[in-house]
């Protein structure tokens, strides 16, 4: 299939930063240029490896843990601290502008997926806004002689990620329930049928979620994520198992203009891809083994207007009128009261795409 706009792969891509301690693999809207409000990123972390304390001057930030076991620390407003533990299928959410640190507190390399509330995240480390002051400034901001920072090697240049000497201590409140820490996986699914499943992290589970959400979808072979589209929400997945195809309407131009141009492609591991606001698209398994993506949308709550409820909600003359054919052609849709998200697949899968 040709390149698509919709679609990249963060695997391919050349990382951002790397160094023995971990490696930092992003995209946005430089690599996929119809990104907007939302960018994803890639963070791998040594055993000891540290992403030093920093914040995002214009983002929020979503992260989901894939591998590993870590420690995260957030410094908020007000002197607000929070510390807590995150480990494979949990979340943390840190608002724009909160000072806060990732650490590998495991014995393996771990792995977390990080997307952020816009196309073009803005970054600050510590160790670089420490080199931004001098000596002076510094001694007199923490109440310490200047000759205390002499022996610090600054610049404006951060560090990223950096290594521990020795283990890190985890406290026991660390391990407790802490609001910014959401345990997705082990939450009930609101969607789970033999088509699949869907765990969500939106503001009515996780009230403390701003401008930023996400869904870990799983299909099944016997299932789809039906043809649908989110009124006022832009959508990025990127796909951690299995084979699926998304095909994707773009729209047209003016009345007297052709209609909207087709995207289909195919998605595997490490691919990502995006899908503007009220595009309407779907999501099939395409092999045996079951879809596994991770969904992010640009508001804590994604509005969605699903297929299957949506064509029975008008008459047979009314899409009769509409696909310029008599009412007795058109299907007898049964009445959906409320979308399923996953529908049950009826149909094969095309065999030209079958694994």
Not at 73 to 88: D, L
Request: include cysteine; proline fraction near 7%.
């Amino acid at each position: 299939m040709p390149a698509s706009t919709h679609l990249t792969s963060l695997l391919r891509k050349s990382s951002a930063f790397t160094n023995d301690f971990g490696t930092i693999t992003g995209v946005d809207a430089a690599d996929l240029p119809l990104l907007k409000r939302l960018s994803l990123r890639r963070l791998l972390l040594a055993p000891r490896g540290v992403r030093e304390p920093h914040w995002h001057a214009n983002a929020h930030e979503l992260g989901y843990c894939l591998r590993g076991q870590h420690l995260v620390t957030i410094a908020g407003s007000h002197s607000a601290r929070n510390s807590f533990t995150i480990a494979p299928g949990q979340m943390f959410f840190v608002p724009s502008g909160a000072l806060h640190h990732i650490e590998n507190t495991g014995e393996e390399e771990g792995e977390i997926i990080l997307a952020f509330s816009s196309e073009h995240v803005e970054d600050f480390g510590l160790s670089g806004t420490f080199g931004a002051f001098t000596d002076a400034v510094l001694g007199n901001t923490t109440g310490l002689p200047a000759a205390a920072f002499a022996s610090l090697k600054r610049s404006t240049q951060d560090t990223w990620i950096g290594s521990r000497a020795q283990p890190a201590k985890i406290e026991e409140q660390e391990r407790h329930i802490n609001p910014y820490k959401y345990d997705l996986e082990a939450a009930q699914p609101p969607v789970a049928s033999v088509g699949g499943s869907a765990h969500t992290a939106q503001v009515q589970s996780w009230p403390i979620l701003q401008d930023i959400s996400m869904f870990s979808l799983r299909i099944t072979d016997k299932g789809m994520r039906e043809v649908h589209w989110h009124p006022e929400t832009a959508e990025m997945g990127y796909v951690t198992g299995g084979r699926g195809r998304m095909t994707i309407l773009s729209p047209g131009g003016a009345v007297d203009t052709p209609g909207g141009s087709i995207d289909t492609y195919e998605m595997k591991p490490g691919d990502m891809y995006f899908i503007p606001r009220a595009y309407p698209h779907h999501i099939e398994n395409i092999a045996d083994a079951d879809l596994s993506i991770l969904i992010f949308f640009d508001q804590n709550t994604p509005a969605d207007i699903g297929g299957k409820s949506l064509v029975s909600a008008f008459s047979p003359e009314v899409l009769a009128a509409t696909f310029k054919t008599d009412a007795a052609s058109i299907p007898r849709f049964t009445f959906t009261a409320q979308d399923p998200l996953i529908v049950p697949r009826v149909n094969p899968v095309d065999p030209s795409l079958k694994s």
